[in-house]
């Protein structure tokens, strides 16, 4: 069994930056794809990025692309979301998810459904 937990949310200001941490326990983490999403109130839970297995390719949601960064340390199995240019519609409950199938494609990647593990979600609030 997979474990996944995520940390790094908080209060920032708009134009501010945040990191958030995502630790994947319970299994070989450079095989998994990770994902970032995010939810806020009211609205559906939206992608934000990706990372494919063994580092092999990155995928960004159109409304986060040029100001997040997603990447992974294998050896301490963990992802990151470097948030940066932060604003207010960036607010919400951002949640990690791992996936555990091989030879993913990107255009997959968004997809809520390929994920097998998922985290409770770390709130990130950007005041104005």
């Known amino acids: 069994q997979v474990q996944v937990v995520e940390s790094g949310g908080g209060l920032v200001q708009t134009g501010g930056s945040l990191r958030l941490s995502c630790t994947a326990s319970?299994?070989?983490?450079?095989?998994?794809?990770m994902a970032w999403f995010r939810q806020a109130p009211g609205k559906e839970r939206e992608f934000v990025a990706a990372?494919?297995?063994?580092?092999?390719?990155?995928s960004y949601g159109e409304s986060v692309k040029g100001r997040f960064t997603i990447s992974r340390d294998n050896a301490k199995n963990t992802a990151y979301l470097q948030m940066n240019s932060l604003k207010p519609e960036d607010t919400a409950v951002y949640y990690c998810?791992?996936?555990?199938?091989?030879?993913?494609?990107?255009?997959?990647?968004?997809?809520?459904?390929?994920?097998?593990?998922w985290g409770l979600g770390t709130q990130v609030t950007v005041s104005t």
């Open positions: 990372s494919k297995q063994l580092g092999s390719g990155t």
């Open positions: 998810a791992a996936a555990v199938k091989d030879r993913l494609i990107t255009s997959s990647l968004p997809n809520q459904q390929i994920y097998d593990y």
């Open positions: 319970g299994g070989t983490f450079r095989y998994y794809t």
